[in-house]
């Protein structure tokens, strides 16, 4: 399994923006879909972003259309999430996580075979 390592997180105010990273190691990273999660304090995971291996096909959770922006460079091992316009309801744990499929990416966190330690957002009001 490839070993993932997500940096960006932080503490901003409202409308400020972050870029996170996810760092790939120990596998073909070309070979993987990539997706991030976030996990808000008492809520459950959720989706919010995946890009294809190719980078030719993403996907948006509705809240994320428009102001996030999944990408991926597959010389560098690393995706990554450019989150704009972030909102207080932006605050949570975000994950980056890894599927080994060459199909399109899926929003179902089950599907997924590797997973970060996340990486704290704070977004104050």
């Known amino acids: 399994q490839v070993q993932l390592v997500e940096s960006g997180g932080g503490l901003v105010q409202a409308g400020d923006s972050l870029r996170l990273s996810c760092a790939a190691s120990?596998?073909?990273?070309?070979?993987?879909?990539m997706a991030w999660f976030r996990r808000a304090p008492g809520k459950e995971r959720e989706f919010v972003a995946a890009?294809?291996?190719?980078?030719?096909?993403?996907l948006y959770a509705d809240f994320a259309k428009g102001r996030f922006t999944i990408s991926r460079d597959n010389a560098k091992g690393t995706a990554f999430l450019q989150m704009n316009s972030l909102k207080p309801d932006d605050t949570a744990d975000y994950y980056c996580?890894?599927?080994?499929?060459?199909?399109?990416?899926?929003?179902?966190?089950?599907?997924?075979?590797?997973w970060g330690q996340g990486t704290q957002v704070t977004v104050s009001s």
């Open positions: 120990g596998g073909t990273f070309s070979r993987y879909n």
């Open positions: 890009v294809r291996w190719s980078a030719l096909d993403t």
């Open positions: 996580a890894a599927e080994t499929k060459l199909g399109l990416p899926t929003i179902y966190s089950y599907e997924y075979d590797s």
